[in-house]
């Protein structure tokens, strides 16, 4: 049966109806199509562009295709509609188009440096096996790749870039090849620098960012994904490792102290700026609405991030809005999210697929 919805919709601030024919949008009425929301403020799907369903709370790899449906629904139920999975030990291509499960777009395993990053979750690979590596997991996503840029290095005490610079360089190369836009993980500065040079694709979280390199990224269109919820968790981490590594800690306390500005410094220059909770590992799924107002306290307007979080985001992830022939993601809310962006805590109505959730 074909759905009806009538309410305000955005981006283009228009009173409209909506007729949703399996997973499709039309404007053309459709001839006794149920009614199932009328009145309120109608958003395409929400996204949440930085998160992990293949790695389960304490940064374990999940065990089966049920721990990451479980994982999706509790995003889904916020209504976030679509997400890009930055990395999963897990494969679980069997979801990509199951009814219920958000839009995806995947990256295979994470590519990281030997015994430098979370045990069991990446492919630890040296240099000479980087470029290759990177080339079989662009076939292991559907159309993104996920480097590890740096870590702690125990030998220096800080964190430092994964390997030389001309590694890194061929490991985007060998993404763009291989038809994947390259993802990199990415905490310090001088590694930030290296892969935004090498026309990396998207930054995650982006701590080190200069305002020179934030113009770079504007000039290039390289995308910032600020993952502002993992960032919170800096001073933990700190603290933890400050016994053994006190450069280390001091150096990750002040990378968020500074964050929110270089978000900020980032937005005011034109950088794509996505939203991203990095739910899986520490961070747990469901927190999209959360990550939205941080992006709003670090000084980005409120319409802008809810740009970053639905019409935009799914924009450059492929995923057609609430356009004639764009896919039936939806969600409905009482109050208009650009006045108070809270207003996405609590959707009235969720739609995915042509399916009512909510």
């Known amino acids: 049966m074909a759905l009806h919805v009538r309410g305000t919709v955005l981006p283009d601030d228009q009173v409209r109806d909506i007729w949703l024919v399996g997973d499709r949008v039309t404007f053309e009425p459709v001839a006794e199509a149920e009614t199932i929301a009328s009145g309120g403020f109608v958003v395409p799907g929400l996204v949440d562009a930085h998160c992990h369903l293949g790695i389960a709370l304490g940064a374990k790899p999940i065990e089966s295709l049920d721990q990451a449906r479980e994982l999706a629904a509790i995003d889904r139920d916020t209504g976030v509609l679509a997400l890009r999975d930055a990395g999963s030990p897990y494969p679980y291509p069997e979801l990509d188009d199951e009814p219920g499960i958000p839009r995806l777009a995947r990256a295979g395993r994470h590519v990281a440096p030997p015994r430098r990053y979370l045990r069991d979750v990446g492919i630890e690979v040296p240099a000479q096996d980087v470029a290759a590596t990177v080339t079989a997991q662009a076939k292991a996503g559907t159309g993104w790749v996920k480097i590890v840029g740096d870590w702690i290095d125990r030998s220096v005490g800080d964190l430092a870039p994964s390997w030389d610079a001309a590694t890194m360089v061929a490991a985007v190369e060998a993404a763009h090849v291989a038809g994947a836009r390259a993802a990199v993980h990415t905490f310090s500065e001088e590694a930030v620098e290296i892969m935004v040079r090498a026309g990396v694709d998207s930054v995650e979280h982006g701590t080190g960012l200069s305002l020179d390199l934030i113009d770079e990224m504007a000039r290039r269109g390289t995308a910032l994904v600020p993952t502002m919820i993992n960032i919170r968790t800096f001073g933990t981490i700190a603290e933890q490792a400050r016994s053994k590594f006190a450069g280390y800690a001091d150096h990750m306390v002040a990378l968020q102290d500074r964050f929110p500005s270089v978000v900020r410094a980032a937005h005011e220059a034109g950088v794509p700026i996505y939203v991203g909770t990095d739910a899986g590992g520490g961070i747990r799924h469901g927190q999209v609405a959360e990550e939205m107002l941080y992006l709003h306290e670090a000084g980005i307007p409120a319409v802008e991030v809810l740009a970053s979080a ?15 022939g764009g ?10 999210p650009r006045e108070d962006l809270r207003v996405v805590r609590a959707p009235r109505r969720i739609v995915l697929r042509g399916a009512v959730i909510r």
């Open 310 to 324: 639905s019409w935009r985001a799914r924009e450059w992830l492929g995923f057609p809005g609430l356009v004639e």
């Open 327 to 336: 896919l039936a993601d939806l969600v409905v809310y009482d109050a208009d």
